[in-house]
């Protein structure tokens, strides 16, 4: 990105960041950002506002259908929260900046606290469809970084620490609700981002687990670099919709992929809720 684009995005993030501030009540301390298959949670909140992707300036808007497109405020658990129903993806063609702008912008709005869940491929055959992955750690194999180019440093440093991207107390609280929830199907693991839109291969699924990877997809990772460039704390949740096998590969269809979230998502739901419920951020 050139200095003049920098600055022309710069300007859209700002007018974005003063129009959402003027038509909240309540400026929200945690954002869900809800992926394919998951966008119930938002009929748990307290509604303050909802706003159509397209209505809000310079809002990227997906042209994905399991992803609605709405931005919701309100108090979720008693905690003033931001959801994001539904996201855009790199495969769309949006660059990775344009993918976090949602982020950045509620970073901005002070934001304290992210929770980026989304659906994906299990790569460790011990899992099983409907397990819910808690990030332990990730590999960014989508080819593009959301802070390429000019450093704004008044939104966080030029080279961002990732010793520890995923925040290790919501780590512990996020086992903790599910221990309490009694949600069994729960582990901790390595996320892969992949570009897409095709599906792995046998060859890629090998190659992918070689690599260390528990789980594959094709999100959640610009939006987390930029949540960690803004200072958020991060946890990041995947439901794994299907499961992997390079020698038995079976088709992978995309409605298998959301029907399989959507069986998942209550107890997504109660997880989260719980760890909101839970958390006393310092």
């Not at 300036?57 to 808007?61: A, D, I, N, Q, S």
């Not at 108090?75 to 996201?87: D, M, S, T, V």
């Not at 992918?208 to 690599?211: D, F, I, T, V």
């Not at 990877?213 to 594959?216: R, T």
């Given at each position: 990105m050139t200095i003049f684009a920098m600055q022309e995005y710069t300007e859209q993030v700002e007018e974005t960041v003063a129009w959402l501030g003027a038509r909240l009540d309540e400026k929200p301390e945690y954002l869900i950002q809800l992926g394919t298959g998951l966008g119930e949670l938002a009929r748990a909140m307290e509604v303050d506002v909802r706003i159509a992707y397209e209505d809000i300036?310079?809002?990227?808007?997906s042209t994905v259908e399991s992803h609605p497109g709405y931005l919701v405020c309100g108090?979720?658990?008693?905690?003033?929260?931001?959801?994001?129903?539904?996201?855009v993806h790199y495969y769309e063609g949006y660059p990775a900046r344009?993918?976090?702008f949602p982020i950045r912008v509620?970073?901005?709005?002070g934001v304290h606290t992210a929770i980026i869940t989304n659906a994906s491929g299990g790569l460790d055959p011990a899992m099983k469809p409907g397990t819910i992955m808690i990030f332990a750690d990730h590999l960014n194999f989508l080819g593009d970084n959301p802070l390429r180019g000019p450093?704004?440093?008044a939104w966080g440093p030029r080279f961002?620490?990732?010793s520890r991207p995923y925040d290790p107390e919501l780590q512990a609280l996020a086992r903790r609700a599910a221990e309490e929830l009694g949600i069994a199907w729960i582990c901790s693991g390595t996320y892969v981002c992949i570009p897409g839109p095709s599906l792995e291969t046998p060859a890629e699924t090998r190659y992918?687990?070689?690599?260390g990877?528990?789980?594959?997809g094709m999100s959640s990772i610009p939006e987390i670099l930029v949540a960690i460039h803004g200072g958020l704390r991060v946890l990041g949740l995947s439901v794994v919709a299907n499961v992997n096998d390079p020698d038995n590969m079976a088709p992978i269809l995309l409605d298998d992929i959301v029907r399989a979230a959507r069986a998942a998502e209550p107890d997504l739901q109660r997880l989260i809720e719980k760890i909101l419920h839970l958390d006393r951020p310092a």
């Open positions: 300036p310079h809002f990227p808007f108090r979720l658990a008693g905690k003033p929260a931001a959801i994001l129903q539904g996201r344009r993918v976090a509620l970073s901005l709005l450093n704004i440093d961002p620490d990732l992918l687990r070689g690599c990877a528990d789980a594959v």
